[in-house]
């Protein structure tokens, strides 16, 4: 497995923008792809996107996910990264990212094995 450390959250106004990092040891990056997921106060962890290695594609859990949030990844710095722009109170939640994707789904959390210890993001209307 690798160890996934998250940073960069904090408390954004409405409209504003804000850049997750997510920094990669233990190997470099994990097997399959990388991923992001939040969890709001009371509700479950919900998946966000995915960026698979194999054929570079990014899965989104929605269009307002792809329209709003853009993944990025520093190889030299083993670091991925998730933008997100023109934030909602909706987005307010704990942001995780996970790696070392297993067989399954890519939306379940079950089918990911490393996870980061997550960073708040708290946005203000």
């Known amino acids: 497995q690798v160890q996934l450390v998250e940073s960069g959250g904090g408390l954004v106004q409405a409209g504003g923008s804000l850049t997750l990092s997510c920094v990669v040891s233990?190997?470099?990056?994990?097997?399959?792809?990388m991923g992001w997921f939040r969890q709001a106060p009371g509700k479950e962890r919900e998946f966000l996107l995915a960026r698979i290695w194999s054929d570079g594609r990014t899965v989104y859990r929605d269009s307002s996910v792809k329209d709003r949030f853009i993944f990025s990844r520093d190889n030299a710095k083993n670091t991925v990264y998730l933008q997100m722009n023109n934030l909602k109170p909706e987005d307010t939640a704990v942001y995780y990212c996970?790696?070392?994707?297993?067989?399954?789904?890519?939306?379940?959390?079950?089918?990911?094995?490393?996870w980061g210890q997550g960073t708040q993001v708290t946005v203000s209307s």
């Open positions: 233990g190997r470099a990056f994990s097997n399959s792809g």
């Open positions: 996970a790696g070392d994707l297993s067989r399954g789904p890519l939306q379940s959390e079950t089918s990911w094995s490393s």
